[in-house]
């Protein structure tokens, strides 16, 4: 059997940076769920299907292939055979990921099918917004990672204007706000804290002190292995 950890949290938490450290610490793979309810978002927006018409997602999603390579540890998310990292992490695709296409429970459906067979085959970190609740209810380990809007959005403007972009600190908040506010409230698996996660509030934190944290916490311990066999 194998070794899964399960991180959950709000955008902007932190949640890919930390499980991307803390599975090359303990050499597992790390799961990004996100970058699939994007890539099938994509493929939307591709395919020029109007997002507020479910009916036209619910068919189309059918015909989208995604998988997941590992190419040097890093995750390659393939739509119907293409690579397509380099397309999935804009706002468009963020918002409308969020907003219209992962609240269709038959996306969910295929998307956790190819999440939990993942999670079979391979010692991982799946982080996203259902996997402690829904994905995976029996992982190893639970951590709901969050932080406040006012720190998630500061962080988000010192990466946005280190890189060069204009942009306001303020519409940031907002749009994280809107965000949560969508996640949280979906009628379909909704992000919540799983009653058995580690609740890590990160506002105050640097990201080393968290990654310990992280690992401390999931590191298995010798009752695992024999819960497992
Ligand atoms: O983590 P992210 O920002 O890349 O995720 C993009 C959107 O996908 C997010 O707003 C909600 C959705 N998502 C989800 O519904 N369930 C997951 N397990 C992961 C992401």
Redesign the pocket.
Known sequence: MSYNIAI?GP??AG??TIARAAAKEMNLIYV???????AM?LFMIREGIDLQDTEAIIKKCREADITIRYQDGVQVVFLNGENVNAY??TEE???A??SY???IPQV?EK?REL?KRLAAESDCIM?????GTC?LPHADRKIYLTASSEVRAKRRYDELTAKGEACDLKKIQEDIEE?DY??MH?EI?P?KQAEDAVLLDTSGMAVEEVVARVLSICQPTPLDHCSRE
């Open positions: 959950d955008a902007g949640k890919s990004d769920t996100g970058a699939m309810y994007r978002t999935l992490r695709v963020g918002h990921a969020s296409v992962s609240v969910r998307l999440q982080d996203g917004r259902d996997i994905v965000r969508q996640d979906r698996s992000l």
